[in-house]
């Protein structure tokens, strides 16, 4: 079964409010990477945060992890418009193989 | 300039044909990937090549024959195209097969099968 897990599936919110999404998996893992994708468009990598890891910011974004419950969170703040776009999880218990999560779509709207 | 490039980007056939989709990738990395994307979004690895050795061969149908040349390019080729094969296929690569390599993505490719 596939080992990352996005909750919500969707979510909808108005522009300069923050969006959180959470992701779940089964097993343990090295890390954990948060992945954007633009609709008809690749994947781009956002951030990554490793197993050692607690927390993660970049600018706008920020990454939490807890191993113990085997979930992580992406935390979107001051959204726009142009954050729109569907939010992966990706995780990486063994080297070379990423396994992603069903995805989160986030709509902002202006 | 395009990191990760594949073409086609739209490709539509009939079922029963046999289809190739091209990837090639100017980074210098030595690992290459395909993915599955299906229409609820599910992304799945179907194929993984590290300096043209195949590493990870998920279950797919044998239908799927991955071929790389040289490390900056892995093809996909399509035996009897099915219905079931519509989907986004993704190329992507990444610097080597160690844990938390960032995965670079192409823009996709569109397959429909009639």
């Not at chain 1, 923050?18 to 779940?24: K, P, Q, R």
């Not at chain 1, 990598?45 to 706008?60: A, M, P, Q, V, Y």
């Not at chain 2, 071929?67 to 390019?73: E, N, T």
Request: net charge positive; glycine share 6%.
């Amino acid at each position: 079964s596939q080992q990352g897990e996005e909750d919500p599936q969707a979510l909808s919110i108005q522009e300069g409010e923050n969006a959180t999404m959470n992701c779940s998996y089964k097993t343990s893992i090295n890390n954990l990477q948060w992945y954007r994708q633009n609709s008809g468009r690749g994947l781009v990598h956002l951030i990554l945060i490793r197993s050692n890891e607690r927390e993660k910011h970049s600018g706008r974004l920020r990454v939490t992890l807890d191993t113990s419950k085997k979930s992580s969170s992406l935390l979107i703040t001051a959204s726009r418009a142009a954050d729109t776009a569907s939010y992966f999880c990706a995780t990486d218990a063994n080297a070379g193989k990423s396994t992603f999560g069903d995805g989160t779509t986030l709509t902002v709207k202006p | 300039d395009t990191a990760v490039s594949q073409t086609p980007k739209y490709l539509v056939t009939q079922m029963g044909n046999d289809k190739s989709i091209k990837c090639e990738q100017n980074l210098g990395h030595d690992t290459m990937y395909w993915y599955k994307q299906d229409s609820k979004k599910f992304l799945k690895i179907m194929f993984s090549y590290n300096n043209k050795e195949l590493i990870i061969n998920e279950t797919v149908p044998n239908r799927f024959s991955p071929k790389s040349p040289d490390k900056a390019h892995l093809n996909l080729h399509i035996n009897s195209l099915e219905l079931g094969d519509s989907a986004v296929y993704f190329c992507a690569s990444s610097q080597g097969k160690v844990s938390g390599n960032t995965i670079y993505f192409g823009e996709g490719s569109w397959l429909t099968v009639v």
